[in-house]
């Protein structure tokens, strides 16, 4: 019969409802690992929703001078940690000149041969700044880069007004020079 009392614990039927790790339990004063579990999970899946959504944000600034010191930024984390990669691995390494303003700053490694790039996708706009038009290599033997050499960093559009500068010098030490109007 619906309705009717349980005559094993004295309650009606249908009174809880829900999972039991919700139920709440008369002086309980915490909350148990698996509501704090549950918790986290919704979290996580809110916030993996919304990323979406706010990268979309953050990509429509490109072209920006924000955008461009934003890219130098990471640009130059990725020299550093491509050197550190060269010098662990014991790998030699050329920074590939390009010509004018380019999108991308490119490397061959060597033993294997492959390239690698690091692309700023129309955030900035990278150009190569030496008096030596040659690849610049990299020797893990003495831990060296052979020229020294600087990349610049402009805003995408017709002035291309220059935001940064990583100087990387013959020792492979990496330093970033920010400009603000």
């Given at each position: 019969?619906?309705?009717?009392?349980?005559?094993?614990?004295?309650?009606?039927?249908?009174?809880?409802?829900?999972?039991?790790?919700?139920?709440?339990?008369?002086?309980?004063?915490?909350?148990?690992?698996?509501?704090?579990?549950?918790?986290?999970?919704?979290?996580?899946?809110?916030?993996?929703?919304?990323?979406?959504?706010?990268?979309?944000?953050?990509?429509?600034?490109?072209?920006t001078?924000?955008?461009?010191?934003?890219?130098?930024?990471?640009?130059?984390?990725?020299?550093?940690?491509?050197?550190?990669?060269?010098?662990?691995?014991?790998?030699?390494?050329?920074?590939?000149?390009?010509?004018?303003?380019?999108?991308?700053?490119?490397?061959?490694?060597?033993?294997?041969?492959?390239?690698?790039?690091?692309?700023?996708?129309?955030?900035?706009l990278?150009?190569?700044?030496?008096?030596?038009?040659?690849?610049?290599?990299?020797?893990?033997?003495?831990?060296?880069?052979?020229?020294?050499?600087?990349?610049?960093?402009?805003?995408?559009?017709?002035?291309?007004?220059?935001?940064?500068?990583?100087?990387?010098?013959?020792?492979?030490?990496?330093?970033?020079?920010?400009f603000?109007p």
């Amino acid at each position: 019969m619906r309705g009717s009392a349980d005559p094993e614990d004295g309650r009606e039927r249908g009174t809880r409802s829900g999972f039991p790790f919700f139920w709440v339990l008369s002086g309980r004063k915490g909350h148990s690992l698996a509501e704090l579990l549950a918790v986290l999970a919704m979290v996580a899946i809110l916030s993996a929703t919304v990323y979406p959504a706010v990268g979309g944000l953050l990509s429509s600034r490109a072209g920006t001078p924000q955008a461009a010191r934003a890219e130098a930024k990471r640009a130059a984390r990725w020299i550093e940690r491509t050197l550190q990669v060269a010098c662990l691995h014991r790998r030699a390494l050329n920074f590939k000149y390009l010509s004018g303003y380019r999108d991308r700053i490119m490397i061959l490694w060597f033993n294997p041969a492959e390239y690698d790039y690091y692309r700023t996708e129309g955030r900035c706009l990278v150009r190569y700044k030496s008096t030596s038009t040659q690849d610049r290599s990299y020797t893990p033997m003495w831990h060296t880069m052979t020229p020294a050499f600087t990349l610049s960093f402009h805003v995408p559009g017709p002035l291309k007004q220059k935001v940064a500068e990583i100087a990387v010098s013959g020792y492979c030490s990496v330093s970033l020079t920010e400009f603000f109007p």
